[in-house]
């Protein structure tokens, strides 16, 4: 994530002044609010749960040097607030490869470009129902996914298991020809 | 701590990301003020990353279960990648005819209903069923470390002699110039230590494969993730009688991992006067 804006002594100062009159209970309420944020982002499945803090906090301390937000109500809440923002950003951000990184203790080939290259040759062979069916059953990410294979198997007339089923008949050829075409390739 | 807490599917459910955003706040909000919620969602936190480590040291041991998993990668890496051209999905075929009938929001209402009632019962029934799976592609950062912790552990271990194992140096001069190399063990041993010279000044994490007699046969061992230290590779592999060994050494992230760097040597007993080195 971009930070562009650094945090000055001054609107530190702000921010604490923000958070208590008193600078002993605002150091206090500044420190337990930041643990409360690295703890949120951590639970939220962030990579940088300080980083994003940090720059949660930023933007406040921004905003209240600006002279944009008030100094009434519950700083916390509005601190959620712009932590919130922070986590809908992060998570539009591009994941780590998880190609690179899976957790077999088995040695496989992590060619990105000869893995794809081989699921496309593939995928081409499948019937143009089947590879749509594919596509689809993969194209989302956590409750989102849930929803669109619900979609799809209503789509089909059938349930989620038999649809799961369908899917598995689908890729099990799909995988001998992927493995196929890795082989004949790195043998090459 | 109340009894009105979610329950423990939803709370697993938040932490593999996979509710609804929506339900998100109610968690969260409990999470930050309430200590004793806190420490019941790392106690099921804790639930996952075990399960996790059962998969990654159990379920995928099978080379097969394995392969099945870098496809799903791929499948997924490439498939998510065309987000930004996503595939239609045609809501409207999720509406009985009948109901076509009716005024445009009801029907608008009626299915946002009957997709939330849905979505909210297949949630809860399907984390059940891909529970495994999901905790399988879950990376979470504690997840990673507590991992990397392991395996540090491990290759500390591995590092010093065993109670009870005949453990045997094969030592350092053991180079990939296709020469093989014979060396002597006594019938009690039961494993050989291996001190690899590497050559790069920095290194990648390794990958060894142990071969026995046929050199393109089912590997007899390997290990993955092996950290070199003062530019030594330093492993422990199983001993399986005399006869001809193959070593297959090569970068974690090659594809080409046949193309790793080879070593072979011979054992015989130790008793044998045509031994030589």
Same mark, same amino acid.
């Given at each position: 994530m971009k930070n562009r804006w650094t945090l000055t002594p001054d609107a530190?100062?702000?921010?604490?002044?923000?958070?208590?009159?008193d600078r002993e209970e605002a150091g206090r309420k500044y420190e337990e609010v930041r643990q409360k944020l690295i703890l949120f982002f951590t639970k939220r499945g962030h990579l940088e749960p300080e980083d994003l803090t940090d720059e949660s906090l930023n933007r406040v301390a921004k905003k209240l040097e600006s002279g944009e937000m008030n100094y009434s109500g519950d700083p916390r809440r509005d601190i959620m607030g712009f932590a919130k923002h922070v986590s809908q950003e992060d998570?539009?951000? !591009?994941? !780590?490869?998880?190609?690179?990184?899976?957790?077999? $203790?088995? $040695?496989? $080939?992590?060619d990105r470009e000869l893995l794809f290259r081989c699921l496309e040759q593939c995928m081409a062979s499948l019937s143009e129902h089947s590879r749509n069916l594919v596509s689809r059953y993969y194209q989302e990410e956590g409750s989102k996914k849930i929803l669109i294979r619900q979609l799809l198997a209503d789509e089909e007339n059938t349930g989620m298991q038999t649809l799961r089923t369908r899917i598995c008949r689908i890729l099990k050829p799909l995988r001998e020809c992927f493995f196929t075409c890795i082989e004949k390739e790195t043998a090459n | 701590m109340s009894s009105n807490l979610p329950e423990e599917s939803v709370i697993r459910e938040y932490l593999l990301g996979t509710l609804p955003e929506q339900d998100w706040d109610a968690i969260e909000e409990k999470l930050l003020s309430d200590k004793e919620f806190a420490d019941f969602v790392d106690s099921i936190e804790d639930e996952i990353i075990e399960e996790y480590l059962t998969i990654h040291n159990h379920f995928l041991r099978p080379r097969e279960r394995q392969r099945k998993l870098l496809f799903a990668s791929v499948l997924r890496s490439k498939l998510q990648k065309k987000q930004q051209?996503?595939?239609?999905?045609? &809501?409207? =075929? /999720?509406?009985? %005819?009948? /109901? %076509?009938? =009716?005024? #445009?929001?009801?029907? +608008? @209402?009626?299915?946002?209903?009957v997709l939330l009632l849905s979505t909210a019962l297949l949630a809860v029934y399907t984390a059940g069923l891909h529970r495994n799976l999901e905790v399988a592609k879950t990376r979470t950062n504690n997840a990673e470390s507590m991992l990397a912790q392991i395996k540090t552990q491990m290759s500390s271990l591995q590092n010093e002699p065993r109670p009870g194992e005949n453990s045997v140096d094969i030592a350092a001069e053991l180079r990939d110039t296709g020469d093989s190399y014979r060396h002597p063990f006594t019938?009690? %041993? %039961?494993?050989? /230590? +291996?001190?690899?010279?590497?050559?790069?000044? @920095?290194?990648?994490? #390794?990958?060894?494969?142990? /071969? &026995? =007699?046929d050199p393109a046969g089912k590997a007899l061992w390997w290990q993955d993730n092996l950290q070199p230290e003062a530019r030594t590779l330093v492993f422990v592999i199983p001993y399986s009688g005399p006869g001809q060994y193959y070593l297959n050494v090569f970068r974690r992230g090659n594809p080409a991992s046949a193309s790793g760097k080879k070593y072979q040597f011979a054992t015989e007993q130790a008793h044998d006067p045509a031994l030589k080195h």
């Open positions: 530190f100062n702000r921010l604490l002044a923000w958070l208590s009159s998570r539009k951000e !591009p994941r !780590p490869d998880p190609i690179e990184d899976l957790p077999v $203790p088995y $040695p496989l $080939p992590r | 051209v996503p595939v239609p999905v045609d &809501f409207s =075929r /999720r509406l009985p %005819t009948a /109901r %076509t009938a =009716r005024p #445009y929001w009801a029907a +608008v @209402i009626g299915a946002a209903a019938s009690d %041993t %039961t494993s050989l /230590r +291996v001190r690899l010279p590497v050559d790069e000044p @920095i290194s990648p994490p #390794y990958s060894v494969e142990l /071969r &026995f =007699r």
